[in-house]
């Protein structure tokens, strides 16, 4: 079992920046994938970036070339990069991990862009 918590939301003017960071309690190198999700009131859950062992990373089409996944081996945290921030960002940002499917779940972290 592992558990993520994440860090670093917040309020934020637009075309400002925010970096998100997902501390895991347990060393990430054995876990096969680990991403961001976000969600908005009123609607569903989505993926916004991933990031495999093998450094092979993807991005939601609304967030590419504004948000970079990154992560930190011996931190045991991977973090989310979020530039040039819109207000259609403003959601709860989850971590999460997993091998096939994601098995591991934080508790999430607001973030609200201001126009």
């Known amino acids: 079992q592992v558990q993520l918590v994440e860090s670093g939301g917040g309020l934020v003017q637009a075309g400002g920046s925010l970096r998100l960071s997902c501390a895991a309690s347990?060393?990430?190198?054995?876990?096969?994938?680990m991403g961001w999700y976000r969600q908005a009131p009123g609607n569903q859950r989505e993926l916004v970036a991933a990031?495999?062992?093998?450094?092979?990373?993807n991005y939601a089409d609304s967030v590419k070339d504004r948000f970079t996944i990154s992560r930190a081996y011996a931190k045991n945290t991977v973090y989310l990069q979020m530039n040039s921030l819109k207000p259609e960002d403003t959601a709860v940002y989850y971590c999460?991990?997993?091998?096939?499917?994601?098995?591991?779940w934080g508790q999430g972290t607001q973030v609200t862009v201001s126009s």
């Open positions: 999460a991990g997993g091998g096939t499917g994601w098995d591991y």
């Open positions: 347990r060393s990430i190198f054995s876990i096969n994938r």
């Open positions: 990031i495999t062992s093998g450094g092979r990373t």
